[in-house]
């Protein structure tokens, strides 16, 4: 678990120091200030989880220095210290945004006691803010299936799970890498505190250098206040950066830093601020064949891909593909009032027969589809409608991977009229993933656009 850290805010040397010494002796680190200018200077680099601040300062007092704390960032609990304590006193320090308020000399027992207990209380909030921030996700176990291919991969997983290093899950788009980034998340050190995720494909440059490093009042047009980045939002917790092989080359210099010094600037600001997180990043992509061809940072590569976990494409492990689709079907029937839908013989055979290149992605719409659809019992191979075939899914067992993506992406792309935008969203893949694929399989979209009459 990630250290505690603690402003103290005291301008006697003396008791700093017998402060300082009985905390770092319970494992807090310490920072100090002895002013209200230089407690807002640390408090705004340092970030603490708790700040002590004495009531008397050389240059005022806790009551002037409170709310410009909250004002730099609201979710730290603030303790407020006083030789001459009185219940008017108290009351306005508690108005000013102070959680506790003792009298000295304090005891540094009950001390110790009250900021853990203000920390636990902070990091909850903090769990809770964040669960909330990210669109509701159904949770599915990223293990279901007995494959060698997902055996594998979960003993590779569990010895990853309990390090604090960071982790590349890579695997094709709609494998679960998602999920799998969640499972770490939530079996390791950081699991009570935030898990912040991020797609790095479906934002601009400029967007996602603000969703992630936040922007400063006046930053840029539009800005009209601070905006706190993700990375602070995730600090002692975990950060999932989804797609991290389509992060613009400008941002990713910036979180190189954040890797390497736990530092960053946000926009519009010329101060650094500390945050600690640990980082999991996904890709479709092949990370170190774009770090040689200069399309990704060699650097960032090395430092995101200090563990890798390869999650297996859906058609690798076709035996897993009943057991997936009893859990979703148990789990749609019963939140449609149809406990206990099931497949026919004849509907997990196209299941398995089918090469599935949305993944598990593909094959959740495939049985949601169906179960929206069908007129009740278990479902047969008639309710069954496939996106990238019209015929049995086995009228296409003699062509190679390459054919079958090229005529899924030729027929979704003559569905949508050769809108790229409308075509990526269907095949659930980023835009820029797609052009990469016409790219690579000399697709002309314009051949599939029709012209007007």
Not at 10 to 25: F, I, K, N, Q
Not at 149 to 178: F, N, W, Y
Not at 232 to 239: C, K, M, N, P, S
């Amino acid at each position: 678990m990630t250290r505690t850290r603690i402003l103290l805010v005291d301008d006697e040397p003396g008791v700093r120091l017998g402060m300082r010494g009985y905390l770092s002796a319970h494992h807090f680190d310490v920072d100090e200030a002895q002013s209200i200018a230089e407690a807002q200077e640390v408090f705004r680099t340092h970030r603490p989880d708790v700040a002590v601040v004495d009531y008397r300062l050389t240059d005022g007092t806790a009551l002037e220095l409170l709310p410009r704390l909250k004002e730099i960032d609201a979710a730290v609990p603030l303790v407020v210290l006083t030789g001459h304590g009185s219940i008017e006193l108290a009351v306005q320090a508690v108005k000013e945004g102070a959680e506790q308020f003792l009298t000295k000399p304090v005891e540094l027992a009950v001390l110790k006691v009250v900021l853990e207990r203000l920390v636990a209380q902070r990091r909850e909030r903090q769990r809770l803010r964040a669960d909330q921030s990210r669109t509701a996700r159904t949770s599915v176990n990223p293990f279901l299936g007995g494959s060698a291919a997902i055996r594998s991969l979960r003993a590779e997983a569990e010895r990853m799970q309990h390090s604090d290093s960071p982790v590349l899950v890579t695997g094709e788009t709609g494998s679960g890498k998602s999920v799998l980034a969640r499972w770490l998340h939530e079996g390791g050190p950081r699991a009570d505190a935030p898990f912040v995720d991020l797609n790095c494909a479906a934002l601009s440059r400029d967007l996602l250098d603000s969703e992630l490093f936040g922007h400063e009042k006046g930053a840029f047009t539009g800005a009209v206040a601070a905006k706190q980045g993700l990375l602070e939002v995730a600090d002692r917790g975990t950060l999932f950066l989804d797609e991290i092989g389509d992060m613009d080359l400008t941002v990713q210099p910036k979180l190189l830093k954040v890797l390497e010094e736990k530092r960053f600037r946000r926009l519009g600001d010329v101060r650094d601020r500390r945050v600690d997180v640990r980082l999991i990043a996904a890709t479709h992509q092949d990370l170190n064949a774009a770090a040689r061809e200069k399309r990704f940072r060699g650097d960032l590569y090395f430092r995101v891909s200090t563990l890798i976990l390869h999650v297996p494409a859906l058609r690798e492990r076709p035996e897993d593909i009943p057991e997936l689709a009893r859990h979703f079907l148990a789990e749609m029937g019963g939140a449609r009032g149809r406990a206990g839908v099931g497949l026919q013989a004849d509907a997990e055979s196209a299941l398995m027969r089918y090469p599935w290149p949305g993944n598990i992605r593909e094959l959740r719409n495939v049985l949601e589809r169906a179960v929206l659809l069908s007129g009740g019992g278990p479902l047969s191979r008639g309710d069954l409608r496939f996106e990238s075939a019209t015929d049995e899914p086995s009228g296409d067992d003699n062509l190679t991977l390459e054919e079958l993506e090229r005529r899924h992406i030729e027929r979704v792309l003559r569905r949508e009229n050769g809108h790229v935008e409308r075509a990526a969203l269907r095949l659930g893949i980023p835009r820029s993933s797609l052009y990469e694929r016409l790219k690579r399989l000399g697709i002309n979209r314009s051949g599939f656009q029709k012209s007007d009459p």
